[in-house]
């Protein structure tokens, strides 16, 4: 056949049993589990049976018999595309928000239950002015914030309740313990010290993100504008050190955007900061069970403190945000029609880049260890792209500022005690990583040092 009268591409589609395969074993965990809020009952049965290894397999088999894709997914209702190779990953990450915008339907619908100006949400002309905002305040690219001292004072204190709390727990940490210290210490870097104890304001977004999870829920108006009006009276009183108040100087200065475009950058930051705990908790736990990895985390510490220069540290939490991304599926949507080697992509099509198909497929040889090295002088292990923070125009603008805390809390914490792993749940460094590992039920040992500080 000629090429003038060769029939168009077409974009290759799931077969009916693929289909379900891709529904039942891909898309439905990541909605049980909670989009927004996640939900420890569900996580930890989709823990029980391996849920995203098992979902890095099917889309394997997709890509076996379709070739790298795009695909589409034979489902009525919304056209929804599988991105199976790293580099169209590239691609729709580089053209955000244009021609791939982040702010999807399913995102828009969940996210304004408590920031519908949020930036990562937000559309046309109101994008660029929010991505600044949020760029200038926390200091995106910077990898010791303007704000380091309060910040690290803040960690200093929860690693000292955290090992207090341990050993009041029989010298185990549990996610429970974990996460107390952890939300008083969130409250702190980003509303200030009177913040610390107001858990009235992590509670109600509690509240919002839980009715998030399910999209098309009618509004907590209420709660929302409690939660948003406490967020203001913060901004008002922008505690020096804290990241509202590196936000309010914002507001007074020449960025464009409105008071209320401002407080609404914030429930973004303080939802984000939970992926962060538990990023946190599984870098303990890999830790426990990587006595040589910890050692050189403490060596380090030792000799360089924290920030930019404790490398180790950071690759430590960035491997376990490989292994265990906090968001497992990155989503665009298309506001034009798309070309790619299959075919061409209709306006208004729902993208989905799987991370830990990008992270953990293909076989490579790091995708089930632990391999903290790699994220020195490259990019993580593996081909990837490692995307755990997303890319391109919308890649997550706090990565600086999760990175510069979580990696010294691990430093403080190790410079304090040695860790073991206290089940039930245990990693081992001689056993393939699970694909799923729930933060809630982990338990880490917790022993003194006796050559400690403190
Ligand atoms: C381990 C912790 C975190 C991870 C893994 C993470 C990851 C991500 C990812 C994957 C995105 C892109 C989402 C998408 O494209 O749909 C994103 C966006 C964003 N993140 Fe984070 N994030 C974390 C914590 C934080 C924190 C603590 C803050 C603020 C203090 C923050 C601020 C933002 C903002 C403002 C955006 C929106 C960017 C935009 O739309 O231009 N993130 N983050």
């Known amino acids: 056949m000629s090429s003038s009268t060769a029939r168009p591409r077409r974009l290759p589609r799931t077969s009916t049993a693929e289909t379900a395969r891709v529904v039942t074993g891909v898309l439905v965990p990541l909605i049980a589990r909670g989009l927004i809020l996640r939900r420890p009952r569900i996580t930890g049965l989709l823990e029980a049976v391996d849920v995203d290894r098992r979902a890095v397999a099917t889309l394997e088999a997709v890509r076996r018999r379709h070739g790298a894709g795009p695909v589409r997914l034979r489902l009525p209702g919304r056209r929804i595309v599988l991105v199976l190779d790293g580099s169209d990953a590239r691609r729709v990450l580089d053209g955000t928000p244009e021609p791939f915008t982040p702010a999807t339907h399913e995102k828009r619908a969940a996210l304004d239950q408590f920031e519908p100006h949020g930036v990562l949400i937000s559309q046309g002309g109101d994008r660029p002015a929010r991505r600044r905002l949020n760029e200038a305040a926390l200091e995106t690219g910077n990898p010791v914030h303007g704000h380091a001292e309060l910040m690290t004072a803040a960690v200093a204190a929860c690693a000292a309740e955290l090992v207090t709390a341990a050993r009041a727990d029989d010298g185990v940490l549990t996610w429970d313990t974990f996460a107390d210290a952890w939300w008083r210490l969130v409250r702190t870097v980003v509303l200030g010290g009177s913040a610390r104890d107001d858990r009235r304001v992590t509670d109600d977004l509690a509240v919002l993100r839980r009715a998030a999870n399910w999209g098309f829920l009618p509004r907590r108006r209420r709660t929302r504008a409690r939660f948003l009006a406490r967020l203001d009276r913060h901004l008002d009183s922008a505690e020096p050190g804290s990241l509202s108040a590196a936000l309010a100087a914002q507001v007074q200065g020449e960025i464009g955007t409105s008071r209320a475009d401002a407080v609404e950058q914030v429930p973004q930051w303080l939802f984000a900061f939970d992926a962060a705990g538990m990023a946190t908790m599984r870098a303990l736990a890999l830790l426990a069970a990587h006595p040589g990895a910890a050692e050189e985390l403490r060596v380090e510490a030792a000799s360089r403190g924290c920030g930019p220069a404790a490398a180790f540290a950071r690759a430590c939490v960035q491997e376990s945000l490989r292994l265990w991304p906090t968001t497992p599926a990155v989503l665009r949507e298309s506001t034009r029609r798309t070309a790619w080697r299959a075919g061409p992509v209709p306006e208004g099509s729902l993208f989905v880049i799987h991370a830990p198909l990008l992270h953990r497929g293909g076989g490579h040889q790091d995708a089930d260890r632990f391999a903290p090295h790699a994220w020195l002088d490259g990019a993580g292990p593996g081909p990837g792209p490692n995307v755990p923070f997303s890319a391109g125009p919308a890649r997550c603008a706090g990565e600086d500022v999760v990175l510069l805390l979580t990696s010294a809390l691990l430093a403080r914490l190790l410079d304090q005690v040695d860790l073991t792993p206290a089940g039930p749940r245990t990693l ?27």
């Open 428 to 454: 081992a460094a001689d056993r393939p990583l699970p694909g799923t590992l729930s933060p809630f039920g982990l338990r880490v040992r917790f022993a003194q040092r006796s050559s400690s500080a403190t």
